[in-house]
């Protein structure tokens, strides 16, 4: 049984930083691709930024210079590195992937992540 865990949100105040980790297993395919999206309440999922894995990055722009995607494809997991947070990325953060001959990708549970003073 495939499954995503999230890791690494919390309370942040403004202009801190915050690194979430998110590790897939329970599939006996390789990881494909791995993203992280964000819903805040009353507003649809988003995509805050993905990566392939031949490690080509896409970013939404409300992110550019500040949050940083990476892998590590023998742990299965992707991190996003948040600097210069924002009270407007306060969301749930969660962690997706697809895998290599499986047609449907995974998503994790989430982590609350809350940019405050």
């Known amino acids: 049984q495939v499954q995503l865990v999230e890791s690494g949100g919390g309370l942040v105040q403004p202009g801190g930083s915050l690194r979430l980790s998110c590790v897939a297993s329970?599939?006996?395919?390789?990881?494909?691709?791995m993203g992280w999206y964000r819903q805040a309440p009353g507003l649809q999922r988003e995509l805050v930024a993905d990566?392939?894995?031949?490690?080509?990055?896409n970013y939404a722009d409300f992110v550019k210079g500040r949050f940083t995607i990476s892998r590590d494809n023998a742990k299965s997991t992707v991190y996003l590195q948040m600097n210069s947070l924002k009270p407007k990325d306060t969301a749930v953060y969660y962690c997706?992937?697809?895998?290599?001959?499986?047609?449907?990708?995974?998503w994790g549970h989430g982590t609350q992540v809350t940019v405050s003073s």
């Open positions: 329970g599939s006996s395919f390789s990881v494909n691709d």
């Open positions: 997706y992937a697809d895998f290599i001959g499986v047609a449907r990708g995974f």
């Open positions: 990566i392939t894995l031949g490690v080509i990055t």
